[in-house]
């Protein structure tokens, strides 16, 4: 089985904004994050045969990874070198459509890292 790395987007100064991010949602939503996260790491790709993973974005390529719980969590991240991942973005969905804005941030933080 390969395993894959998982890279949290930081700002140009360092500020881990995805880990910020996920320490506000409550104890069993980070056990369920860190859970989806564990499950990426081990079958990366594999996970869009599933409920769980789904393309959102053609280019670049975003994936939704979906945490399911009281709140309805999504992670969106991109496939960048082999067997590495990047989270740029994590939201609570609250409607059956993603927010053009949580798209638009994930885009812009995925060209800031082809760009480093």
């Keep these: 089985m ?7 987007y930081r700002t140009s100064s ?6 910020e991010i996920t320490l506000k949602f409550d104890e ?4 369920k994050m860190r859970e989806a996260i ?3 790491k081990l079958y990366g790709l594999a996970l869009l045969k599933t409920q769980r993973v789904k393309k959102i ?15 309805e969590m999504r992670l969106l991240f991109s496939f960048f070198k082999p067997r590495l991942f990047a ?4 939201f609570t969905k609250k409607t059956n459509k993603i927010p053009k804005k949580e798209i638009d941030l ?11």
């Design 2 to 8: 390969i395993n894959y790395s998982i890279y949290s």
């Design 106 to 116: 994930a885009i812009k933080r995925i060209r800031e890292l082809n760009k480093s």
């Design 38 to 40: 564990r499950l990426l």
């Design 57 to 71: 974005w053609q280019n670049p390529p975003i994936y939704e990874l979906r945490v399911k719980g009281i709140i």
């Design 28 to 31: 069993k939503s980070q056990l």
């Design 14 to 19: 360092g500020k881990k904004i995805i880990d």
């Design 87 to 90: 989270i740029v973005n994590i």
